[in-house]
């Protein structure tokens, strides 16, 4: 069933567990969200980045996981991931997608406050719920991948605590030492600041870039404050990597085979994440 976020991630929080998001833009990712959401007898979010709309459109999305949705016993949310257009917002919302990030990072907290505040109405209304995002971090694809991650790029705790304030968002993308994409060495996530920033802002904390963060760490970060982590790269990268031995093995080269083996390898990398939740 398709459910909306805002009373998953708060309960989520309130028993300090949390729901995996991954991304999605295709069939085969999807049904390997369901398939190992289902294995795992958990809630999912299926996340569709803005970057996405060339391999599948918002309304195409939509059709998929609402079907799919039909056909599942546990709650499911469709969210937009990391979106900065906020017109690609109201559309997705207007398709059926019961949760938005608008990410407004890069701007001026003034402007990024305004522009939240603007969705956040629009989507209210319509029952959907907002993520939004303070600090800096990198490129949702992994691309810029700074040396190392410098404090001076957390998320300030003041200013969350007037973000989540005058915005009235549902929760909060920060960076804490997390980053996009393939670490370049072990992530030391700064959970003195992620409690900080939780009690400033009073609502579930999303985490980013949990491909190859170590598992304690996100599990502490779930127990202090995180309610709904994102996983991408890995995910991406077990299907490539299960194509390619299955093209080396000269198993097959039909690609609806190697789609197959893409999509189980990827239910199975998922599966591992709701040991988190
Ligand atoms: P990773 O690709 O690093 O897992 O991050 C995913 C993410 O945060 C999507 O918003």
Redesign the pocket.
């Known amino acids: 069933m398709l459910t909306n976020s805002i009373t998953l991630l708060k309960d989520a929080r309130a028993h300090a567990q949390c729901i995996p998001?991954f991304?999605i833009y295709n069939l085969e990712t999807a049904q390997a969200a369901f398939q190992a959401a289902r294995l795992a007898q958990k809630p999912v979010i299926a996340?569709f980045?803005e970057g996405y709309q060339e391999n599948a459109s918002l309304l195409v999305i939509a059709a998929i996981v609402k079907t799919l949705a039909g056909q599942h016993p546990y709650p499911v949310v469709l969210h937009l991931?990391?979106c900065k257009e906020i017109d690609t917002i109201y559309r997705a919302i207007d398709a059926g997608f019961t949760s938005v990030m608008y990410d407004g990072s890069r701007l001026p907290l003034k402007d990024n406050i305004a522009n939240t505040l603007r969705v956040v109405q629009y989507a209210h209304e319509r029952g959907v719920g907002v993520e939004g995002e303070l600090g800096c971090m990198n490129p949702?694809d992994?691309s810029e991948m700074p040396d190392s991650i410098s404090h001076s790029a957390y998320t300030d705790v003041n200013q969350a605590r007037r973000y989540a304030k005058e915005t009235g968002v549902d929760s909060l993308a920060g960076a804490v030492g997390n980053?996009?994409?393939l670490y370049k060495g072990t992530p030391h996530l700064h959970m003195e600041r992620l409690e900080e920033i939780y009690r400033a802002v009073e609502i579930p904390l999303v985490l980013?870039?949990?491909?190859?963060i170590p598992a304690g760490q996100i599990r502490q970060a779930v127990s202090i404050a995180v309610a709904k982590i994102?996983?991408?790269?890995?995910?991406?990268l077990a299907g490539s990597n299960q194509i390619a031995a299955l093209l080396r093995e000269k198993e097959t080269m039909r690609l609806e085979k190697l789609m197959l083996g893409a999509r189980e390898r990827m239910a199975e990398v998922m599966k591992s994440f709701f040991d988190f939740a």
């Open positions: 998001a991304n996340a980045g991931d990391h949702e992994g980053a996009h994409g980013h870039g949990c491909s190859g994102n996983v991408n790269t890995e995910l991406a």
